[in-house]
């Protein structure tokens, strides 16, 4: 079946610590995003990218890094810089080449500070 | 600036129709997107908006003024798996979505 995949489902992050978030879709997607929720919110976008080799901002980008090495593959980095790193993270990918780009999400990450 | 606005909570007892509104202030507009999300899962792909009016589909419908900068989303013959938040994404071209707050609707018996 296609789809979006994320790991871990749950992360714990100690202070200081970088932690990777994974994202892999097999829908031959070009688009794939990172938008960030907290609780009562709604979806902020971290970074996204259209093509390999190549992605922007969101507006929340600081604090975080991404790649992609890889059509499949979006892995997001929360560095130590960010000081609130506690939310549930959501992968997304689109098909920028259809009628309309519906996202697709992965089932989400969350992420806590021990 | 970018500005999607939607009520933070509803309530409605089953059997019932609801309306959940979204008014948008954005650089670019290409369409409108409604999703569904019941906690702790991923957003659902429930609609998406070009053209002024109605789009129905099943017990859910969804509406779009461009020239107000305003839809709404319909939820009729209401369920008690209906609760969920919903959210209102505008599209812009060449970007990422833009999401609203989203709106939590508890559907009671």
């Known amino acids: 079946d296609g789809g979006i995949t994320q790991s871990p489902k749950y992360l714990f992050r100690k202070e200081g610590q970088n932690v990777t978030l994974s994202c892999e879709q097999n829908?031959?997607?070009?688009?794939m995003y990172w938008y960030r929720q907290d609780p009562g919110q709604g979806l902020r976008l971290i970074y996204y990218?259209?093509?390999?080799?190549?992605?922007q901002k969101g507006d929340i980008a600081e604090g975080y890094s991404v790649s992609r090495e890889k059509k499949e593959s979006f892995p997001l980095t929360v560095t130590s810089a960010q000081k609130n790193p506690t939310a549930f993270y959501l992968c997304?990918?689109?098909?920028?080449?259809?009628?309309?780009?519906?996202?697709?999400f992965g089932s989400g990450t969350q992420l806590s500070v021990l | 600036g970018q500005n999607i606005d939607q009520p933070t909570e509803m309530t409605a007892t089953e059997g019932a129709i609801v309306q959940i509104n979204c008014t948008y202030q954005?650089?670019?507009?290409?369409?409108l997107f409604w999703y569904q999300q019941h906690a702790g899962e991923a957003p659902t792909f429930l609609s998406y908006?070009?053209?002024?009016g109605l789009e129905e589909k099943g017990r859910f419908s969804s509406f779009l003024s461009r020239s107000k900068g305003y839809s709404y989303l319909l939820l009729k013959e209401l369920q008690m798996k209906d609760s969920a938040s919903y959210l209102c994404?505008?599209?812009?071209?060449?970007?990422?979505?833009?999401f609203g707050k989203g709106t939590t609707l508890s559907v009671s018996s």
């Open positions: 997304a990918s689109s098909d920028v080449k259809g009628p309309n780009e519906k996202l697709f």
């Open positions: 829908l031959n997607h070009d688009a």
């Open positions: 990218s259209q093509i390999v080799n190549d992605f």
């Open positions: 954005t650089s670019g507009f290409n369409g």
């Open positions: 908006n070009v053209l002024d």
């Open positions: 994404a505008v599209d812009q071209a060449g970007t990422a979505l833009i």
